[in-house]
């Protein structure tokens, strides 16, 4: 059984030291020397700055749901509940048959909805298991980022909302429509104002984090930010983030050496953008990068001449995993730590059930075990069955062996029952886990027992990852974080 979420063992804190408890904890995917490391840079939405999400879901739903209706979608969504509990990151979204899909590794449909209503399997079977799913087409869209699930939240409730009243819904265009309408609510501030008029509402300010930057600082490592967030924003964010800081930094602009905002991650890994001033001098190019002042766009080449270091001497600290992670690891070599704010409820989750899971584990066992007896007696049955044909068909008769079949038959019987109740007690477990993880879909991380899609790509582009940037303080600046899959199963 391999219920567990995929965390690897977790890494050894300096030997004597105790490890930090698990919520403070920083996974290893692949292993770091953090000696090693002279810069480290930070994105800053969803991982300096953390948002409140069911604050800011409630906010997009709002404002998305008032630019549809301003589009002709009926006025009855705008007193209509939606599920903001919904969405997980990890989804995939058929834009075809409006359905949300939560894959396993292996890009099998696990658990799929229609609006509210789950799929049965017989669904599933027919729409998704003929043939190997694509995600990177057109027909689906994939949600990675946090800002993306009130969009799904929206487009699940419409679809209900719709066909109850017996509407044929296009769902590729209302899937449209609802991506058009939140990213207007972004460009017309309709979002970015409102959550800057009340930031202690929708931001979870870590009044531990300027302490954290400060202490990497101390040990020699300089820190860079490269946000795709407009400077203006950026500013009133950083200095609300920063504002109760240790005393030697008056400004959060004293932490980092380069700042770099508007950086259109992930075409800044790969294209090559002027960088231009802000502020004073905006709309010129820079010629220089200067300490402490806000610069936008540019590209990687750009930075890294200004770092005079690259590849594993810089590790990016992002939360998504295209744009952060994924770019930052193929197009530069940089190491990568990934800030996933779900860890946090996944690690209680999966402490409150560890009884589920040791009883699956050994349930697992218990059915490898059945299994094995079972085959051992259907094979024996057909020896014992054959043998007596023979001798039927020589016109003889032997009781030892009509009386071996009714035993062996007997044995099956028992077998298959046995089987079926620790079948059903299976997967009565896996569904109370599943709900104390997600309501919906059950852990972020698995999909049944395998990876899923998102814990795959985890593992494969995040060397690193935790719940949050002041995780760092739990660790020397020195740490050596050591992945336990150096070793390969037979090796252990
Ligand atoms: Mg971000």
């Not at 896996?430 to 814990?455: D, I, N, Q, T, Y």
Request: proline share 4%.
């Amino acid at each position: 059984m391999q219920l567990h979420l995929p965390l690897p063992e977790l890494t050894l804190a300096e030997a004597g030291a105790a490890l930090p408890a698990p919520s403070h904890r920083i996974f290893c995917n692949r292993s770091l020397r953090l000696d090693r490391v002279q810069w480290i840079g930070f994105d800053m939405d969803y991982t300096l700055a953390v948002y409140d999400q069911p604050e800011m879901d409630r906010l997009s739903i709002a404002v998305t749901v008032k630019k549809l209706v301003e589009q002709g979608y009926p006025e009855a969504l705008l007193s209509m509940p939606f599920r903001t509990d919904f969405a997980i990151r990890g989804l995939l979204v058929d834009r075809k048959l409006g359905n949300v899909l939560k894959m396993d590794r292996y890009r099998y449909v696990k658990r799929a909805y229609h609006g509210l209503r789950e799929l049965s399997l017989e669904e599933r079977r027919r729409l998704y298991h003929s043939r190997r799913l694509r995600p990177a087409s057109k027909r689906y869209h994939w949600v990675d980022t946090l800002y993306a699930l009130s969009e799904v939240a929206v487009y699940v409730a419409v679809i209900d909302a719709l066909e109850v009243g017996g509407q044929d819904v296009d769902y590729s265009q209302l899937f449209a429509d609802v991506r058009a309408a939140i990213d207007a609510s972004h460009q017309d501030g309709s979002i970015l104002d409102t959550m800057l008029a009340d930031l202690p509402r929708y931001i979870r300010r870590d009044d531990d984090m300027p302490r954290t930057l400060h202490k990497l600082r101390s040990s020699g490592k300089r820190l860079f930010l490269l946000t795709n967030s407009h400077a203006a924003y950026t500013e009133r964010m950083m200095d609300y983030l920063f504002e109760h800081g240790p005393s030697e930094y008056p400004s959060w602009r004293n932490y980092f050496e380069v700042i770099i905002t508007a950086a259109k991650k992930p075409s800044f890994f790969t294209e090559s953008a002027p960088l231009m001033e802000t502020g004073e001098g905006e709309g010129q190019e820079a010629e220089q990068i200067e300490r402490g002042k806000i610069y936008a766009g540019g590209h990687l080449a750009l930075l890294e001449r200004r770092l005079g270091a690259g590849g594993d001497r810089v590790l990016y600290v992002g939360d998504h995993i295209y744009g952060d992670v994924l770019r930052a690891k193929k197009e530069s070599a940089w190491r990568t730590a990934m800030i996933i704010q779900e860890m946090d409820a996944e690690l209680m989750a999966l402490e409150s059930c560890g009884a589920q899971v040791e009883r699956m584990d050994e349930l697992d066992d218990v059915r490898d075990a059945l299994y094995d007896d079972l085959h051992e007696h259907q094979v024996r049955l057909k020896e014992v069955s054959r043998a007596r044909d023979v001798l039927h068909a020589a016109g003889q008769t032997c009781t030892d062996l009509d009386s071996a079949r009714v035993l062996h038959r007997h044995a099956i019987d028992r077998l298959k029952a046995r089987l079926r109740s620790a079948d059903a007690e299976y997967t009565r477990l896996e569904a109370e886990v599943g709900r104390a993880f997600h309501p919906f879909w059950g852990p972020v991380f698995k999909s049944g027992p395998e990876v899923s899609l998102f814990g795959n790509q985890v593992e494969q582009y995040a060397c690193l990852y935790t719940a949050r940037v002041s995780n760092f303080d739990s660790y020397s600046p020195m740490h050596y974080f050591r992945s336990p899959r150096d070793r390969m199963p037979h090796e252990h």
